[in-house]
């Protein structure tokens, strides 16, 4: 999730940094967040690929 760097808007999101997940631009690491159901499994890192319809 990309959005506001305000900690009071997310719940126990995480950096996504944390988790090897960047995005494909420039995006400040408390800005970009990465929340995970089960902290017990991996989580698959990489960059994210967005839909050709958004212009990333």
Request: aromatic letters at 8%.
């Amino acid at each position: 999730m990309a959005a506001r760097a305000d900690p009071d808007a997310w719940l126990d999101g995480a950096p996504a940094s944390r988790f090897g997940i960047r995005a494909p631009f420039d995006v400040p690491d408390e800005a970009l967040r990465a929340l995970t159901p089960d902290a017990s499994r991996p989580v698959a890192g990489g960059v994210i690929r967005y839909a050709e319809a958004f212009g990333v």
